[in-house]
């Protein structure tokens, strides 16, 4: 293949091979928000509490006869990150030894890198817990067939529809 045959592909290819990169360094789209319920002390009372990564601003329970069941209260509490603290650098030493690969010795160094291209750090999961007072007969059909009701979420700036959570033992 001649030089200018090899630029060529080259400079066709540099392109592609960028975007690429760039495409991959995007930021991804948050994570749906989980719902857990459970039952509380006090008859009729329903705990959901929800994780995503903004508060709720408003929840409603929708039972499979269209009423509608707003909490009683709600709160929202943002929870700590795992991984808070800066990336540091380090340097590892392993080893492996095999009967048939004989011995192998090798060494590691990490350089935590930034992403560049992202345009907010990440955020910790928002706990967001409501309490719901169900009448006898709605606690029963929720406790019975939680797949037929439906949750109902407000976010700062949008909304979202969930299946309602079964309840935990």
Do not use: H, K
Not at 4 to 20: D, K, N, Q, T, Y
Not at 53 to 78: C, I, K, Y
Not at 142 to 153: F, G
């Amino acid at each position: 293949m001649t030089l200018f045959r090899r630029l060529s592909v080259l400079s066709l290819m540099l392109p592609l091979l960028l975007a690429g990169l760039l495409a991959a360094c995007g930021s991804t789209p948050p994570p749906p928000p989980r719902a857990a319920a459970w039952l509380g002390s006090q008859s009729g009372r329903v705990f959901v509490r929800v994780l995503a990564v903004d508060p709720v601003n408003a929840m409603e329970l929708t039972a499979p006869d269209g009423r509608v069941f707003a909490p009683e209260n709600l709160r929202a509490e943002q929870r700590p990150r795992s991984n808070d603290e800066p990336w540091r650098p380090g340097i590892g030493l392993g080893g492996s030894v095999g009967s048939g690969s004989g011995s192998d010795v090798g060494i590691g160094i990490s350089l935590p890198m930034g992403n560049p291209f992202a345009r907010e750090a990440p955020r910790g999961a928002i706990a967001s817990e409501a309490q719901f007072m169900l009448p006898a007969e709605a606690l029963a059909s929720y406790r019975n067939r939680p797949q037929d009701w439906r949750l109902d979420l407000q976010f700062p700036g949008r909304s979202t529809g969930l299946q309602a959570p079964p309840l935990a033992p």
